[in-house]
């Protein structure tokens, strides 16, 4: 038997999943009629009310609950719409996907994913995007030798995001490098940007031509190493997530700087992602105290990054564009030789939130 007991802050009803509770506010506030149909957005305004919201009489019929308000108002409510706020807490997001943590051995299992599939296939696109949120890394491969073939891939999950360096960027040898990256030196594991507000999310790397000698790419899951780094070093695990230091990029005609934690968690405490670049790093500018902790730690989880067991090593070939998750996967590469050949990467970033989006969309007009 379905019933509403009013009280004086909000109402019990019982639901097949039991007894449930629901304050006055937040009933008020989602009232069905609060929202523009067209838009979706809310249009009723919670502040212009007069006093704060209470029922005077709530019934259930046809499995909806119906609320007269004292301000002479009438809302309604599907009973399931209710149940899923009782039970789940929260909306439903198909983008909140569990990460598929991953290991050195894993290349072989990187989904691929050819260019001309993917834009003739939604379906495919669907599957590309779940790839990037489950495990945070894929290959496009049979990419087109354009700088357009880059930009109609990125596309396909969302708008290029600007970066430090404009839109897109260049990795080879500069004859003014601004950037390690520009030249053939070895690049230590980091993540992209560090130094930006809110560091880029899923990173493109369109590799357009490779025959130099050396010049591996190194990759990890840092979402592996740092939930593995937690049950052996739990301290060290806390100072890393709670505290953060400065990093800087600049030049003679720019200057970033922003404040990060090295190890990122989510709502749920998991682990979802690293910023981290030794090179990038600002002088740390905790109370010598806290070094005296935040150091060792550091240091320790930077060690971790290197371990074999982690780093998959792999030569990236012309035609190739490996796609990730620039906030969860940890980069970089080995030295090689600039006069042996030539390696150029053309790069660029679309954020998270793009991806989370064209997978929801993508998710729910799923054709079979």
């Known amino acids: 038997m379905f019933e509403a ?196 999310g899923i990173q493109f790397l369109h590799c357009r031509a490779n025959s130099v000698d050396g010049g591996n790419s190194l990759f990890l899951d840092g979402a592996a190493v740092a939930e593995d780094f937690r049950k052996a070093h739990p301290s060290d695990f806390d100072i890393l997530s709670t505290t953060k230091v400065p990093f800087y990029y600049e030049h003679d005609d720019f200057d970033w700087r922003s404040r990060q934690r090295v190890i990122e968690l989510d709502d749920q405490g998991n682990v979802s992602g690293l910023t981290f670049s030794q090179h990038m790093a600002d002088v740390f500018d905790l109370p010598q105290e806290e070094l005296d902790l935040y150091y060792p730690a550091f240091r320790r989880f930077g060690r971790w990054l290197l371990d074999p067991k982690y780093l998959m090593t792999f030569r990236l070939n012309a035609g190739e564009c490996i796609v990730f998750d620039n906030r969860r996967i940890v980069h970089g590469r080995e030295g090689y030789t600039a006069s042996s050949g030539e390696r150029y990467l053309r790069g660029c970033y679309v954020d998270r939130g793009e991806l989370r989006s064209t997978y929801r969309i993508l998710s729910k007009k799923r054709l079979y």
């Open 5 to 200: 007991t009013l009280l004086e802050k909000g109402l019990k009803l019982n639901l097949p999943s039991g007894q449930a509770y629901f304050n006055y506010f937040w009933l008020r506030d989602n009232c069905p009629s609060s929202f523009d149909p067209q838009t979706r957005e809310r249009v009723f305004d919670l502040f212009a009310l007069e006093q704060d919201p209470k029922a005077k009489a709530a019934i259930v019929e046809n499995r909806r609950l119906v609320i007269d308000w004292e301000e002479d108002h009438r809302s309604y409510f599907d009973l399931s719409w209710l149940e899923q706020w009782a039970t789940v807490g929260s909306r439903s997001d198909p983008a909140a996907v569990k990460r598929n943590l991953w290991y050195g051995n894993h290349f072989q299992q990187v989904k691929r994913f050819k260019q001309a599939d993917l834009e003739l296939d939604q379906n495919l696109v669907c599957d590309w995007a779940r790839a990037l949120l489950d495990e945070g890394i894929t290959i496009v491969t049979e990419m087109r030798n354009s700088d357009q073939s880059l930009t109609d891939l990125a596309h396909l999950l969302g708008e290029v995001r600007s970066s430090v360096s404009g839109n897109y960027f260049d990795v080879r040898v500069h004859i003014d490098p601004v950037n390690l990256s520009f030249t053939a030196s070895a690049l230590e594991m980091h993540t992209d940007t560090p130094a930006e507000e809110l560091p880029p």
